[in-house]
Structures are given as C-alpha cells and as structure tokens.
C-alpha cells in the first residue's frame, strides 16, 4: 500500500516552455502532498505543501509564479514548472502525507528528472 | 541553518556486519523522525520511525535509537546485506507536518 506515482519520470524541454508534473497517490487518500527538489548530491529541498482544494504554501525562495501548483482532489497533485530555464533542471519528486493514525509519514514518487535546454 | 545534520557522506561496512548511520538534530520541538532509504534517480523510500517519547524502535533488521538529550539519533542495520548500499537520509518533522532532510549518507556494504 502506499504508492505514490510521478508522470513522467524524465522529461527535456527548451528554454522558455512550460512543464507540468502529475503526482498522484494510487492507493491512499492524501489530504496534503509535498514537493521536493534534489540537486546532485545534494538533499531533498521542500519546495511547497500543497493541501487539497487550498493554495499551495512556498517555502521561502521558491518563486510561486514560477512553480505553479494544484492540488486539485485527494489523488493528485500537480507542479508545472512556467518559462522553464537551465537553471531549473532537477530532480523533482512529490510526496503524499497518509490521512489518519500514521499521518506523521510521507511516501515518495519514484521523482522526475527535469532537463532544460 | 541545516536542522538536520548527517555529518558522515559515506560509510563502508562489510557484509553481515552493522551498520550505524548517525544524525544529529537542533530542534527539540521535532516530534517524529524518520529514514529514508534512496537509490539513484528514484524517490525516498520509507525504512523506519520514531516518535519523540520514545528511544528505540525496531523493525526486523533495522533499529532506529532516538537520544533526546543528545539531540542525536541513529540507524542500525544488522546484518548489513549489499542490497543495502543506498543513500540513507533522516529527516525530523516539525509541527506543521513538514519534514526536513538531513544531507544522506552513502552506504556500501561490500560482499
């Protein structure tokens, strides 16, 4: 149980496009998901909470308008990454808080790395 | 100001052997701490967690110790197998419910 997928798991797109990012949980309700950004080597860097039917909550440093995310029903989350440049490409993975008793662990997306040309 | 502190990149350990995995933490209002496990190219993988009113779990091979007066806990997995070797992260969750990373230690277990 638990399984959180991402679409797509790679994607390159030029300078100047916009990317969208699906994370959905497949077996599980998730009133809150996560999404993180991790540089080679690096951590996993929380980018947004997003709640269910609420807007999305930034962390500090993170441009909104420029990552644009939607958690439109318990099962879906989206990040589109807008005017997409070098700089943003990553490894981008969403996690999904479980609703009810264990609601203390996220499980994580399997990530999408994110290459900019 | 990194919270959560993995102050050793990489760890070597024989097969069969332990391995421990440290994690050092500043803020005492964290009130669940978890490890992840993670390959290349992949999401974290949940292993194990702790509450804070608690100083030991145990889930098969693996324990995680929690010492709140040192601020510190730690990962321990015996017998090590190479189907271990991952970066292992521990991560502690505030109470807006977010969590936050340590930097991940590399872990080889070697035949």
């Known amino acids: 149980g638990a399984v959180v997928s991402q679409h797509p798991s790679w994607v390159i797109c030029k300078s100047g496009t916009s990317v969208k990012i699906e994370c959905r949980s497949l077996d599980f309700q998730a009133t809150t998901m996560f999404w993180y950004r991790q540089f080679p080597k690096q951590s996993l860097m929380l980018m947004a909470t997003?709640?269910?039917?609420?807007?999305?909550?930034?962390e500090q440093g993170v441009e909104k308008d420029k990552f644009l995310i939607n958690h439109a029903s318990l099962t879906l989350s989206t990040l589109t990454v807008t005017s997409a440049h070098p700089e943003d490409s990553s490894f981008y993975i969403c996690?999904?808080?479980?609703?009810?008793?264990?609601?203390?662990?996220?499980?994580f997306g399997p990530g999408t790395r994110l290459t900019v040309t | 100001d990194q919270q959560v502190k993995q102050n050793s990149p990489s760890l070597s350990v024989q097969e069969g052997r332990i391995s421990i995995l440290n994690c050092d933490y500043t803020n005492s209002m964290f009130d669940y701490f978890l490890w992840y496990k993670k390959y290349p190219a992949e999401g974290p993988t949940f292993l194990i967690s702790?509450?804070?009113?608690?100083d030991k779990n145990e889930d098969g091979r693996f324990t995680v110790f929690l010492n709140k007066s040192a601020k510190h806990l730690s990962l321990h997995i015996v017998p090590s197998q190479p189907g271990d070797s991952a970066v292992y992260f521990c991560a502690a969750r505030g109470n807006t419910g977010k969590l936050i990373f340590g930097q991940g230690t590399t872990l080889q277990v070697k035949p």
């Open positions: 996690s999904a808080g479980v609703v009810g008793v264990r609601s203390y662990e996220q499980y």
């Open positions: 702790i509450s804070s009113i608690k």
């Open positions: 997003s709640n269910e039917g609420s807007k999305a909550t930034y």
